[in-house]
DNA sequence: AGTCAGCGCGCG
DNA sequence: AAAGCGCGCGCTGACT
C-alpha cells in the first residue's frame, strides 16, 4: 500500500532539538492533498494541534476556515503545515536552532507537494524565505524555487489584537486574486514626462484639477545635505493618471532640471486645486528646497490618523485596505536608491504612489464629511493641516548650535571620562565595555559580590540608576559608574549633535504629526525610522547639554511654557473645585499639595517635600497605586517612603481633590460603554482593549482613557499656539526653532524681543477655543517665558 | 551589512 | 487586587 507524505518523511523519534521532549505529537506533519497547488505555513503546532495531531485546529484554525470561505476557498484546497514540527514551549518563542533542525522536514513537503503558491502566515513562517520583518514584507510576493510565496500576518495576532484583521483580510483577498491570476484594481496611466510638450500637458492638468496628488522620490531623507537630489515627482491630477517628471534622475532630458521644477511648483503652489500629498511634510520641505514653496492642503497620513489613530499609516497598508490594490514594488535602496533605478521602472512606482495618495484623498475626504466626524475634520483642518505647514518651516529653519560651546565642553567631557575609564577598570580588576550592561553586571553581582536588588523582564541582573543609586554606598566603584554613564550619555547626544550639523551651524529635527496615539508630535527620524534626525523632544536637561543650543548673535532665545497645563486641564475634566479654585487664585499647586499632605504651613515645606507633592500630582492623577508611588518617591526624589506612608498620602490626595475619582470612574463608564474616550475638542482615542478577557489590560485601558484626554487636549493647546504664531510672525523677527510637548522654542531678533515675547504670551494664553471648537476652558492657561541667549539659560519675564 | 530584541535612559 | 501616561534612540549581542 502507498503511503502518505507524512509517514514517508515523519520521524516520530525525532531528537534533533530539545521540543520532542515536551510536545505530545512529535513532528507533526501537515495535512492536505500531495501534490497540492496551494499551501500554508504558518509557525508551529499550538497547544490543540499538538492534542490532535492536526495543523490549524482551535480558534485559529476557526478563523483560518471563516477567511479562507470569504475569499472562495476551503481549507481542503491547501496543503496546511508548519515551518516547526513539534509545539513549542508554553509561551516561549520559537528558537532558530529549532527552526534549522526541522527545516529538512518542510523541504520535502514541499519537494512533495509542488506547491505553486505558499501562503505563509506570521514572521516565523517568513523564514521560508529567509526573510524577516512580517509588515515589511507581508503581501509582496516572493519566490521559492518554482513556487511564488506571500506572506502575510499570523491568524493569532487577529485573534489577540482586532486592529489586525482589516490587513489579514486584505492580504487574504490579494493573494486570492494572485492564485486566480487577477489583478488588482484598476492600473495607472503614467506619462514619462521627457518633453516640453508633456511637461506643459502635466502643467494644465495640475492647473486644471480638482485635487492634484504629488509625490517625489529622493535619494536621500535630509534635502539640506550635499549631493541631495529630487530623482522624480509624480503629480496626479486625476485618478488612475500620473505624470511622472525625472529632476535630478540622470535619464532625466533636461538642460536645466530646476526650471523644470520651477515651473511643476509654481504650479502646484498656484492651482485652485486641493494640493494632496501623503506625508506632505516630508515632499514640501524637497520641494522648498530645490523648487518654490508649496504647502499641501490635505495629507492623506494625517486624515488616515485623525479617524483612527491605532492603525497603519503608510501609503502602501493603507492603499492595499482601502483601495483593494496590490503591493507594489518600492524603490529599492540597497541598490542605490532612486537615482540608480531604471527611470521607467521608477516612474511607474512612483507614478503608483502619486495616483493611490490621490484616491485614498477623495475616500478620507468623503469619509471625514460623514456625520459623526464633524469635530475629527475641524481638528484635522483647523489644528493638523496648519501644523503639517507650519512644521515644514519650523524644520527646515532648524535649531542653532554654538559650535565653541559644544567644542568646549565635548573635550571635558572626553577628559572625565578617560579618567573615570581608569578608575573603573582598575577596580574591577579588568577591561570591561561599561556600555554593556551584561558586562558591568557581570562584575557587579558576579565579581564584587554586591547584592542584587532588581531583575530585569528578561531574568538578568538590572543595572540601571535606581538600582545603582540604592548600591551607591556599598562600592566605591558604584558611584563611579553612574557619573560614567552620566558623561558618556552626553557624550553620544554630542556626538550626534555634530554628524548632523548643516552649512549653517543649525539641527534640524524631524516632527511626526500621526506619530502617537493622542495626537501629541514625536520627534527624531523620518517616517520608516529612515534617515538621521534630531530628536527635539530628549534634549537633556542638563544646562551644560542643553545650553550649547540657541540663538546666533544679533538674536534672542525664548522659550514660551504652558505651565502645569496637564494639571489645569485635569482640573477642567474633573470639575474639581478645589484644584480650580488654586488656579484661579494662580497659586502654586504642588506647594499646596505639600502643605495639604504634610500638614505644615508652606513656609515650612522643605524643597523635598514638594518634590514629593509633585510627583503626586502627576502620579495619582492618571491611576498610580501606592506601592509604584514609593518606588517613584524613592527612584525619582531620592526620598524613602513606606507603604502606609504612601497609602495615607493618596488617599489623603483623593479626599482633598474630591473631583479626581468621580472623574476617573466617568471616564471608565465611558471607555466601557464606547470602547473610545474623546478630549474637550472632540480627538478621540479609540481602546478597544477595555474589552480584553485579561483584567490588567482592561485597566491599562481604563488609565490610557484617563490619560488621553488630557493629553491630548495639552498636546492641541500647544499645537494652535504653533499655528497661531507661525502665521503672524515675520521670519525676518521671529522664527520659531522648535516645540517640545508643552513647550515652543522662538529665534527673536533683539530689537524685536518685547514685542513679540508680549505677543506670544497673549496668543497662547487666550487660545480662540471658543471661535474655533465652540468649547471653553473653567481654568486659566498660564505661559512662563524665559529669554536669553542658550536654551536653559534665559531669565524669566 | 542589515535586522531584531532587550536593556537602559533621554524628554514631556 | 492592583494600577501613572506618552514617546525615540543608542548600544550590545545574537542572528542572517
Same mark, same amino acid.
Given at each position: 500500500?502507498?503511503?502518505?507524505?507524512?509517514?514517508?518523511?515523519?520521524?516520530?523519534?525525532?531528537?534533533?532539538?530539545?521540543?520532542?521532549?515536551?510536545?505530545?505529537?512529535?513532528?507533526?506533519?501537515?495535512?492536505?492533498?500531495?501534490?497540492?497547488?496551494?499551501?500554508?505555513?504558518?509557525?508551529?503546532?499550538?497547544?490543540?494541534?499538538?492534542?490532535?495531531?492536526?495543523?490549524?485546529?482551535?480558534?485559529?484554525?476557526?478563523?483560518?476556515?471563516?477567511?479562507?470561505?470569504?475569499?472562495?476557498?476551503?481549507?481542503?484546497?491547501? %496543503?496546511?503545515? @508548519?515551518?516547526? *514540527?513539534?509545539?513549542?514551549?508554553?509561551?516561549?518563542? $520559537? &528558537? /532558530?536552532?529549532?527552526?534549522? =533542525?526541522?527545516?529538512?522536514?518542510?523541504?520535502?513537503?514541499?519537494?512533495?507537494?509542488?506547491?505553486?503558491?505558499?501562503?505563509?502566515?506570521?514572521?516565523?513562517?517568513?523564514?521560508?524565505?529567509?526573510?524577516?520583518?512580517?509588515?515589511?514584507?507581508?503581501?509582496?510576493?516572493?519566490?521559492?524555487?518554482?513556487?511564488?510565496?506571500?506572506?502575510?500576518?499570523?491568524?493569532?495576532?487577529?485573534?489577540?489584537?482586532?486592529?489586525?484583521?482589516?490587513?489579514?483580510?486584505?492580504?487574504?483577498?490579494?493573494?486570492?486574486?494572485?492564485?486566480?491570476?487577477?489583478?488588482?484594481?484598476?492600473?495607472?496611466?503614467? %506619462?514619462?514626462? @521627457?518633453?516640453? *510638450?508633456?511637461?506643459?500637458?502635466?502643467?494644465?492638468? $495640475? &492647473? /486644471?484639477?480638482?485635487?492634484? =496628488?504629488?509625490?517625489?522620490?529622493?535619494?536621500?531623507?535630509?534635502?539640506?545635505?550635499?549631493?541631495?537630489?529630487?530623482?522624480?515627482?509624480?503629480?496626479?491630477?486625476?485618478?488612475?493618471?500620473?505624470?511622472?517628471?525625472?529632476?535630478?534622475?540622470?535619464?532625466?532630458?533636461?538642460?536645466?532640471?530646476?526650471?523644470?521644477?520651477?515651473?511643476?511648483?509654481?504650479?502646484?503652489?498656484?492651482?485652485?486645486?486641493?494640493?494632496?500629498?501623503?506625508?506632505?511634510?516630508?515632499?514640501?520641505?524637497?520641494?522648498?528646497?530645490?523648487?518654490?514653496?508649496?504647502?499641501?492642503?490635505?495629507?492623506?497620513?494625517?486624515?488616515?490618523?485623525?479617524?483612527?489613530?491605532?492603525?497603519?499609516?503608510?501609503?502602501?497598508?493603507?492603499?492595499?485596505?482601502?483601495?483593494?490594490?496590490?503591493?507594489?514594488?518600492?524603490?529599492?535602496?540597497?541598490?542605490?536608491?532612486?537615482?540608480?533605478?531604471?527611470?521607467?521602472?521608477?516612474?511607474?512606482?512612483?507614478?503608483?504612489?502619486?495616483?493611490?495618495?490621490?484616491?485614498?484623498?477623495?475616500?478620507?475626504?468623503?469619509?471625514?464629511?460623514?456625520?459623526?466626524?464633524?469635530?475629527?475634520?475641524?481638528?484635522?483642518?483647523?489644528?493638523?493641516?496648519?501644523?503639517?505647514?507650519?512644521?515644514?518651516?519650523?524644520?527646515?529653519?532648524?535649531?542653532?548650535?554654538?559650535?565653541?560651546?559644544?567644542?568646549?565642553?565635548?573635550?571635558?567631557?572626553?577628559?572625565?571620562?578617560?579618567?573615570?575609564?581608569?578608575?573603573?577598570?582598575?577596580?574591577?580588576?579588568?577591561?570591561?565595555?561599561?556600555?554593556?550592561?551584561?558586562?558591568?553586571?557581570?562584575?557587579?553581582?558576579?565579581?564584587?559580590?554586591?547584592?542584587?536588588?532588581?531583575?530585569?523582564?528578561?531574568?538578568?541582573?538590572?543595572?540601571?540608576?535606581?538600582?545603582?543609586?540604592?548600591?551607591?554606598?556599598?562600592?566605591?566603584?558604584?558611584?563611579?559608574?553612574?557619573?560614567?554613564?552620566?558623561?558618556?550619555?552626553?557624550?553620544?547626544?554630542?556626538?550626534?549633535?555634530?554628524?548632523?550639523?548643516?552649512?549653517?551651524?543649525?539641527?534640524?529635527?524631524?516632527?511626526?504629526?500621526?506619530?502617537?496615539?493622542?495626537?501629541?508630535?514625536?520627534?527624531?527620524?523620518?517616517?520608516?525610522?529612515?534617515?538621521?534626525?534630531?530628536?527635539?523632544?530628549?534634549?537633556?536637561?542638563?544646562?551644560?547639554?542643553?545650553?550649547?543650543?540657541?540663538?546666533?548673535?544679533?538674536?534672542?532665545?525664548?522659550?514660551?511654557?504652558?505651565?502645569?497645563?496637564?494639571?489645569?486641564?485635569?482640573?477642567?475634566?474633573?470639575?474639581?473645585?478645589?484644584?480650580?479654585?488654586?488656579?484661579?487664585?494662580?497659586?502654586?499647586?504642588?506647594?499646596?499639595?505639600?502643605?495639604?499632605?504634610?500638614?505644615?504651613?508652606?513656609?515650612?515645606?522643605?524643597?523635598?517635600?514638594?518634590?514629593?507633592?509633585?510627583?503626586?500630582?502627576?502620579?495619582?492623577?492618571?491611576?498610580?497605586?501606592?506601592?509604584?508611588?514609593?518606588?517613584?518617591?524613592?527612584?525619582?526624589?531620592?526620598?524613602?517612603?513606606?507603604?502606609?506612608?504612601?497609602?495615607?498620602?493618596?488617599?489623603?490626595?483623593?479626599?482633598?481633590?474630591?473631583?479626581?475619582?468621580?472623574?476617573?470612574?466617568?471616564?471608565?463608564?465611558?471607555?466601557?460603554?464606547?470602547?473610545?474616550?474623546?478630549?474637550?475638542?472632540?480627538?478621540?482615542?479609540?481602546?478597544?482593549?477595555?474589552?480584553?478577557?485579561?483584567?490588567?489590560?482592561?485597566?491599562?485601558?481604563?488609565?490610557?482613557?484617563?490619560?488621553?484626554?488630557?493629553?491630548?487636549?495639552?498636546?492641541?493647546?500647544?499645537?494652535?499656539?504653533?499655528?497661531?504664531?507661525?502665521?503672524?510672525?515675520?521670519?525676518?523677527?521671529?522664527?520659531?526653532?522648535?516645540?517640545?510637548?508643552?513647550?515652543?522654542?522662538?529665534?527673536?531678533?533683539?530689537?524685536?524681543?518685547?514685542?513679540?515675547?508680549?505677543?506670544?504670551?497673549?496668543?497662547?494664553?487666550?487660545?480662540?477655543?471658543?471661535?474655533?471648537?465652540?468649547?471653553?476652558?473653567?481654568?486659566?492657561?498660564?505661559?512662563?517665558?524665559?529669554?536669553?541667549?542658550?536654551?536653559?539659560?534665559?531669565?524669566?519675564?
Amino acid at each position: 500500500m502507498k503511503k502518505t507524505l507524512a509517514e514517508r518523511v515523519r520521524n516520530q523519534n525525532c531528537k534533533e532539538c530539545e521540543l520532542h521532549l515536551s510536545a505530545n505529537s512529535v513532528c507533526l506533519m501537515g495535512r492536505g492533498p500531495v501534490p497540492c497547488r496551494l499551501m500554508i505555513v504558518v509557525d508551529a503546532p499550538g497547544f490543540q494541534d499538538d492534542e490532535t495531531g492536526r495543523p490549524m485546529v482551535g480558534r485559529v484554525g476557526s478563523l483560518l476556515d471563516e477567511s479562507l470561505a470569504a475569499i472562495g476557498f476551503n481549507r481542503r484546497d491547501f %496543503y496546511i503545515t @508548519n515551518l516547526v *514540527k513539534c509545539r513549542p514551549m508554553e509561551k516561549q518563542k $520559537i &528558537l /532558530k536552532i529549532q527552526e534549522k =533542525a526541522c527545516r529538512h522536514y518542510l523541504d520535502d513537503e514541499i519537494e512533495a507537494v509542488k506547491p505553486e503558491f505558499i501562503l505563509t502566515m506570521g514572521n516565523t513562517a517568513l523564514s521560508v524565505v529567509k526573510k524577516s520583518g512580517i509588515m515589511k514584507h507581508r503581501g509582496n510576493v516572493l519566490p521559492l524555487g518554482d513556487a511564488q510565496v506571500f506572506p502575510t500576518i499570523h491568524p493569532a495576532a487577529v485573534l489577540r489584537n482586532p486592529r489586525n484583521e482589516m490587513l489579514w483580510k486584505t492580504d487574504l483577498e490579494a493573494f486570492a486574486r494572485l492564485v486566480k491570476g487577477e489583478s488588482g484594481a484598476t492600473p495607472t496611466r503614467t %506619462y514619462l514626462v @521627457n518633453n516640453q *510638450k508633456t511637461l506643459n500637458l502635466c502643467l494644465d492638468a $495640475i &492647473l /486644471k484639477s480638482k485635487a492634484v =496628488a504629488y509625490d517625489l522620490e529622493t535619494n536621500g531623507f535630509e534635502e539640506y545635505v550635499p549631493g541631495a537630489k529630487i530623482a522624480t515627482i509624480s503629480v496626479s491630477p486625476k485618478p488612475g493618471v500620473a505624470f511622472v517628471v525625472p529632476i535630478h534622475h540622470p535619464e532625466a532630458p533636461w538642460k536645466q532640471p530646476e526650471r523644470v521644477l520651477g515651473a511643476i511648483t509654481t504650479a502646484l503652489a498656484y492651482t485652485p486645486a486641493k494640493r494632496v500629498a501623503h506625508n506632505a511634510k516630508f515632499d514640501d520641505r524637497w520641494l522648498h528646497q530645490f523648487g518654490k514653496p508649496v504647502y499641501a492642503d490635505f495629507d492623506t497620513m494625517l486624515a488616515a490618523h485623525i479617524m483612527d489613530e491605532n492603525r497603519l499609516k503608510g501609503l502602501k497598508p493603507l492603499a492595499q485596505m482601502l483601495l483593494g490594490v496590490d503591493a507594489w514594488a518600492n524603490v529599492d535602496l540597497a541598490k542605490g536608491g532612486a537615482m540608480v533605478e531604471d527611470l521607467k521602472k521608477l516612474a511607474k512606482y512612483n507614478g503608483k504612489d502619486s495616483d493611490y495618495t490621490l484616491r485614498l484623498y477623495y475616500k478620507f475626504k468623503e469619509q471625514l464629511t460623514v456625520e459623526g466626524n464633524e469635530r475629527s475634520l475641524r481638528i484635522f483642518t483647523k489644528i493638523m493641516m496648519p501644523a503639517s505647514r507650519c512644521l515644514t518651516d519650523i524644520e527646515r529653519t532648524g535649531m542653532w548650535l554654538d559650535q565653541e560651546r559644544m567644542a568646549e565642553r565635548l573635550i571635558e567631557i572626553n577628559r572625565r571620562l578617560e579618567k573615570l575609564t581608569t578608575r573603573l577598570t582598575k577596580l574591577a580588576g579588568e577591561e570591561v565595555n561599561w556600555n554593556s550592561s551584561q558586562q558591568m553586571s557581570a562584575i557587579l553581582f558576579g565579581k564584587l559580590k554586591l547584592p542584587v536588588i532588581e531583575m530585569t523582564d528578561g531574568g538578568a541582573f538590572s543595572t540601571k540608576e535606581s538600582v545603582l543609586l540604592r548600591l551607591r554606598d556599598k562600592h566605591e566603584i558604584v558611584p563611579l559608574i553612574l557619573e560614567w554613564r552620566g558623561y558618556a550619555k552626553n557624550r553620544g547626544f554630542l556626538e550626534g549633535w555634530g554628524e548632523l550639523l548643516d552649512g549653517n551651524s543649525r539641527l534640524h529635527a524631524n516632527y511626526k504629526l500621526a506619530g502617537t496615539v493622542t495626537g501629541r508630535l514625536s520627534s527624531g527620524k523620518e517616517e520608516g525610522n529612515r534617515g538621521r534626525g534630531l530628536n527635539m523632544q530628549q534634549v537633556p536637561r542638563d544646562p551644560l547639554i542643553r545650553s550649547i543650543l540657541g540663538a546666533p548673535p544679533g538674536w534672542r532665545f525664548v522659550e514660551a511654557d504652558f505651565s502645569q497645563i496637564e494639571l489645569r486641564i485635569a482640573a477642567h475634566y474633573s470639575g474639581d473645585q478645589t484644584l480650580q479654585r488654586l488656579y484661579q487664585l494662580g497659586e502654586d499647586v504642588h506647594m499646596q499639595m505639600a502643605v495639604s499632605m504634610t500638614g505644615k504651613p508652606a513656609s515650612e515645606v522643605t524643597k523635598e517635600e514638594r518634590k514629593k507633592a509633585k510627583a503626586v500630582n502627576f502620579g495619582f492623577l492618571y491611576g498610580m497605586g501606592a506601592k509604584k508611588f514609593v518606588e517613584y518617591a524613592r527612584d525619582s526624589y531620592d526620598v524613602e517612603v513606606s507603604l502606609e506612608e504612601a497609602k495615607i498620602v493618596r488617599d489623603r490626595y483623593f479626599e482633598k481633590f474630591a473631583g479626581i475619582l468621580p472623574w476617573h470612574q466617568r471616564q471608565r463608564r465611558i471607555v466601557h460603554n464606547y470602547k473610545r474616550v474623546q478630549s474637550l475638542i472632540g480627538r478621540v482615542r479609540h481602546l478597544t482593549d477595555i474589552d480584553s478577557e485579561d483584567e490588567d489590560v482592561q485597566a491599562e485601558a481604563e488609565r490610557q482613557a484617563i490619560n488621553s484626554p488630557v493629553q491630548s487636549l495639552a498636546s492641541d493647546l500647544m499645537l494652535l499656539s504653533l499655528v497661531t504664531l507661525h502665521d503672524e510672525m515675520d521670519p525676518e523677527e521671529a522664527l520659531i526653532v522648535g516645540t517640545v510637548h508643552d513647550s515652543i522654542l522662538f529665534q527673536i531678533r533683539e530689537d524685536t524681543t518685547d514685542k513679540w515675547t508680549s505677543r506670544i504670551k497673549e496668543v497662547m494664553e487666550n487660545l480662540p477655543l471658543k471661535k474655533k471648537f465652540g468649547v471653553e476652558l473653567e481654568v486659566p492657561i498660564v505661559v512662563d517665558i524665559k529669554v536669553g541667549q542658550h536654551w536653559s539659560e534665559g531669565e524669566e519675564i
